[in-house]
């Protein structure tokens, strides 16, 4: 990949690291203040590595080394306010000019709970943040969320064989509340062709997670390939509760589908 390939992801990167890298210090505080947000920091642009520093260009000030794709960092507890950064392609020396891709202050809000992915929008990185749902579910139940961040057209996504979410735009979530088991999980355009590399098979849900599955990648571009990256929140249980269904074992084929398909929600 040249040079400028890698540099243009990764200005979109910056700011997913800007978000992160400054208060890893805080992240021994065992609770976060009102103004506080936690924070995920999601890495969906493939091929891209960089190195984050706060506060400086010296060694002691790199904060983030190697974060590369696939990487989530968090929660990070971050308090409100504005936060200074300096990103560079990884192993590059952060006190030549020409390497730094980005020095700038990020304005980071208060009291939210969200993951921002690092992805591609036309062909151009940009940052897309996402609101993560962390509110309890039964026991025995955890949560599935899907979020294109990829650069390609709306798809469908199928479990056990049944289409359960429809047109799943980029840029758009969707999640559902499921009984704890193992679901198989497809990925197809909204014609019918397949994604294999967004189409992950069998996938455990565990109770008490929000297992966050992210499209991410590009359609057109052979420099990002199209991939899967996969977060995963621990989630509050309701004490004594149960899941009103069993979870269903996979279908064998998916012609079979599953005997009620999940209902999922944007």
Do not use: W
Not at 41 to 58: C, K, L, S
Not at 81 to 91: K, N, P, T, W
Not at 93 to 104: G, L, M, S
């Amino acid at each position: 990949m040249s040079t400028i390939g890698i540099r243009r992801p990764v200005v979109a990167l910056l700011a997913v690291a800007a978000a992160a890298v400054l208060l890893i210090p805080l992240l021994g505080t065992s609770r976060a203040g009102a103004a506080d947000s936690s924070v995920y920091v999601v890495h969906g642009i493939p091929g891209v590595a960089v190195d984050v520093y706060a506060g400086g260009t010296d060694a002691s000030n790199e904060i983030l080394p190697d974060f590369m794709y696939g990487d989530v960092a968090g929660p990070l507890t971050l308090p409100e306010g504005d936060l200074q950064v300096i990103v560079v392609v990884a192993g590059a020396d952060p006190t030549v000019p020409a390497n730094v891709v980005i020095d700038q202050t990020v304005a980071v809000p208060g009291g939210a709970d969200v993951s921002v992915v690092a992805d591609l929008v036309g062909g151009t990185p940009v940052l897309t943040p996402f609101v993560n749902d962390v509110s309890p579910v039964n026991e025995g139940e955890g949560r599935v969320t899907v979020r294109h961040a990829a650069d390609a057209p709306a798809v469908q996504v199928l479990v056990n064989g049944e289409v359960a979410i429809p047109n799943l735009a980029a840029g758009d979530q969707a999640s559902a509340v499921l009984p704890a088991g193992t679901y198989d999980v497809q990925v197809q355009l909204t014609d019918g062709t397949p994604l294999p590399a967004l189409s992950p098979g069998d996938v455990d849900i565990p109770a008490g997670v929000n297992t966050i599955a992210y499209a991410t990648g590009s359609a057109t571009d052979q420099d990002f390939p199209l991939g899967l990256v996969l977060q995963a929140i621990d989630i509050e249980q309701t004490p004594g509760s149960t899941p009103e269904t069993p979870a269903p074992a996979p279908a064998p084929a998916p012609a079979e589908g599953a005997t009620t398909a999940p209902h999922f929600t944007g």
